[in-house]
């Protein structure tokens, strides 16, 4: 077992000053446990914005509301439904994953949202669900448990997408076999393919790192792999007008890729032998082709079956098994 530090969340909950009138019954308290958050040395800081301190609270708010259909102004539909811990709160076709999201800074394939998880919570709840927020006011759940993660008698969607963030910055994947194998400390050790595969993934002859490289195995940024020759216009262009982004979409993070299939933003390959066949001779050249992808004019990285399949062996440590059945991300009805 790797020795876990614990990035200690220092908090200074400002108390509100709750009049105590009649709408609010006795038996509620607003006195919120910080939550503390666990992960690797290995990982960088997380971001935590100081108006929203996560909370044991906060945190259990969120995951209800995650699960709980009442979310929808409809009442048909719940955020898990797209997104289930099995897939790595991943589905179908397109719906990205929702794993170390709290390192994440853009959002949306197309990074439609930049900013903070409260900035793409407060899109989802909105735009996205048109949340309305009477049906939580009228549940006989809710008002009590707003008012005991955030002191509020009123529930608005500032405080729904906070909840939602708190709850997904605790959504963390950091026990792949990758970990454990090929980060120092464990006393295990990689297959032989494995390593072979971490060495193409690693170096210029694979050259997957300079998009999905680091501990979160994303730079975060946007790019066009050259899948197509007309580069797909709903992609970064759409948000910021400028030709020289068509084709390019946010570099998904690999871990837990093997449960996220079907592949690409348009879900065009259905499984990661595909992929590996896509990067290896199936590169198409356009205008806006990211020059990191160095063997285009090739049609790709020429990969020999061998090597295909150790990359494949590699990108399989990417699973972490513990987080897909962990309960404390599993719905709480
Ligand atoms: C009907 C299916 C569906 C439901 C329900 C759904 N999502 Fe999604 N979600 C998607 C799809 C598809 C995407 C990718 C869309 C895109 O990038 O344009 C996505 C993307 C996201 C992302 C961006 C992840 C990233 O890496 O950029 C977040 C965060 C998210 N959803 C949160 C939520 C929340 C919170 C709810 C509930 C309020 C929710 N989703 C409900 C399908 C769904
Ligand atoms: C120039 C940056 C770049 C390089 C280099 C790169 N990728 Fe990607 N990768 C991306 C982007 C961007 C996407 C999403 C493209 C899309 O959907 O349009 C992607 C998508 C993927 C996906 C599908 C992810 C998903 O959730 O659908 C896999 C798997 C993948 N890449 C693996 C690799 C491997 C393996 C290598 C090395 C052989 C590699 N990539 C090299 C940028 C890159």
């Known amino acids: 077992m790797r020795i876990l530090s614990t990035f200690i969340v220092f908090l200074i909950l400002v108390l509100h000053s709750c009049t105590k009138d009649s709408e609010i019954p006795n038996s509620w308290t607003y006195n919120p446990t910080p939550y503390l958050l666990e992960f690797p040395d290995e990982f960088p800081q997380m971001q935590i914005e100081l108006a929203n301190p996560l909370t044991v609270e906060g945190v259990q708010l969120g995951r209800r509301l995650y699960y709980d259909q009442l979310l929808h102004p409809a009442g048909m539909h719940a955020c898990s439904e797209c997104h289930l811990q099995q897939s790595s709160f991943s589905s179908s076709a397109e719906v990205l994953p929702h794993i170390n999201l709290g390192w994440n800074s853009t959002f949306l394939w197309n990074g439609k949202i930049s900013g903070t998880l409260e900035d ?21 759940l809710y008002p009590r448990l707003f008012f005991e993660a955030f ?60 998009c999905h490289g680091g501990i979160l195995f994303t730079d975060n940024n946007f790019h066009n792999n050259g899948l197509d020759t007309q580069p797909s216009p709903i992609g970064r262009s759409a948000i910021t007008g400028n030709p020289n982004d068509l084709g390019k979409f946010k570099s998904p993070t690999l871990r837990n890729i093997a449960l996220t ?73």
């Open 120 to 140: 793409i919570m407060q899109f989802e709840v909105d735009d996205f669900f048109h949340a309305d927020m009477n049906r939580l006011e009228q549940d006989s």
């Open 151 to 210: 002191g509020t008698e009123t529930i608005t969607s500032t405080y729904t997408a906070r909840a939602l963030a708190q709850f997904l910055r605790t959504v963390i994947s950091s026990n792949a076999r990758y970990d454990n194998v090929f980060l120092p400390g464990s006393g295990e050790f990689p297959t032989e393919e494995e390593q072979n595969g971490y060495d193409i993934f690693f170096s210029e002859k694979g050259d997957c790192f300079h």
């Open 261 to 333: 299939g079907p592949y690409m933003h348009d879900g065009r390959y259905t499984t990661l032998e595909e992929v590996i066949d896509f990067y290896s001779e199936g590169l198409k050249i356009s205008p806006t082709i990211d020059p990191l992808m160095k063997q285009a004019h090739k049609g790709g990285i020429h990969l020999t079956g061998k090597e295909k399949s150790d990359l494949l062996a590699f990108l399989h440590t990417l699973t972490d098994t513990t987080f897909i059945t962990n309960p404390a991300f599993n719905s709480p009805f």
